[in-house]
């Protein structure tokens, strides 16, 4: 399997990841805060310049009060 980073998937993911913050009523320093993290690292990562993974994915949805599950139905990438 070749690298996600690029693909279609993963941008879905990333406009979702995006769409969920904003749903939330959330800004990236609020995000940030809770996350544990500068603002600059959630812009990094709903632009795709930082690599999401598994566990931040999570603590997102967490932040977002979204099961995994939800999550990646409505990104499109549910199994």
């Not at 070749?2 to 993963?10: A, C, D, E, I």
């Not at 993290?37 to 931040?56: M, N």
């Amino acid at each position: 399997m070749k690298k996600t980073k690029f693909s279609r998937k993963y941008k879905k993911l990333l406009v979702t990841l995006k769409a969920k913050r904003k749903a939330a009523g959330l800004t990236q320093t609020q995000v940030g805060a809770k996350f544990g993290a500068h603002a600059s690292f959630i812009s990094k990562v709903e632009s795709g310049e930082r690599r999401l993974d598994v566990i931040e994915l999570a603590e997102f949805c967490k932040i977002y009060k979204l099961s995994l599950a939800e999550f990646l139905a409505d990104a499109g990438l549910d199994v």
